[in-house]
């Protein structure tokens, strides 16, 4: 089947560290991935995507580039600010599969000034 | 702001009741999916409505019931609630049936005590 594993954390950086958060996946077909935002007492939000593999995906300073030979989707920020300080959740979608994404557990980050 | 909406915020019930949880998608969205988030289970997807049709189904308890209106809006059923159903359950919408982007609603706590 189809899923996704991603480091559970809790991750606690200073302010300016780098930042990985790591993503594996296992899919039949052909994945598209992405890396949510969940920032507290909100809904999702998409930060980055990245539809076939050696694709690079960035937003707001965040970067992940889809491997398909590690199948992996790792996440990057090179300085965190405080307002980083989120839930980061990975997911996959098969194209043209059942039209759902399929979400790892999640990965609290606290980010400290 | 997602522009998707979703009523009530909150919602504190017994075992045994029957709730409705609403989501209204982002104006001219036509494809509406409902997941679960607990702490033991993860975000989980439910079920996903495109147009007024029933398009996927996940992890979707026979208790547990949806649809799509007319007007786009969705309503998910909980009936005969358990304890274990107490958990966030978010609705998200995308313009099309292939889900790629799905901007997600700020949710509906669900306590059921």
């Known amino acids: 089947g189809n899923s996704v594993t991603q480091m559970e954390g809790p991750v606690t950086l200073s302010e300016e560290a780098f930042l990985t958060i790591n993503c594996t996946y296992t899919?039949?077909?052909?994945?598209?991935l992405f890396w949510y935002v969940q920032y507290p007492g909100e809904g999702l939000q998409l930060l980055l995507k990245?539809?076939?593999?050696?694709d690079k995906g960035s937003n707001k300073g965040f970067e992940a580039t889809y491997r398909k030979e590690t199948t992996s989707f790792h996440l990057e920020k090179g300085s965190v600010q405080v307002s980083d300080s989120a839930v980061y959740f990975c997911a996959l979608d098969i194209q043209g599969g059942s039209e759902k994404l399929v979400f790892g557990k999640g990965t609290k980050l606290t980010v400290n000034p | 702001d997602s522009g998707v909406t979703q009523t009530p915020k909150h919602l504190i019930t017994a075992t045994g009741q029957r709730v409705t949880l609403r989501c209204s998608p982002r104006s001219g969205d036509l494809s509406v999916y409902w997941y679960q988030q607990s702490l033991d289970q993860g975000l989980q997807f439910l079920i996903h409505?495109?147009?007024?049709?029933?398009?996927a189904k996940g992890n979707i308890l026979e208790r547990f019931s949806a649809q799509q209106f007319p007007d786009l809006h969705s309503e998910l059923n909980l009936s005969s609630l358990e304890l274990g159903d107490s958990a966030l359950y978010f609705c998200?919408?995308?313009?099309?049936?292939?889900?790629?982007?799905?901007?997600f609603g700020p949710g509906t706590r669900l306590t059921v005590l």
């Open positions: 899919a039949t077909g052909y994945p598209s």
């Open positions: 409505y495109y147009n007024g049709e029933e398009r």
């Open positions: 990245a539809t076939k593999a050696d």
């Open positions: 998200a919408s995308s313009v099309d049936s292939a889900g790629y982007e799905q901007f």
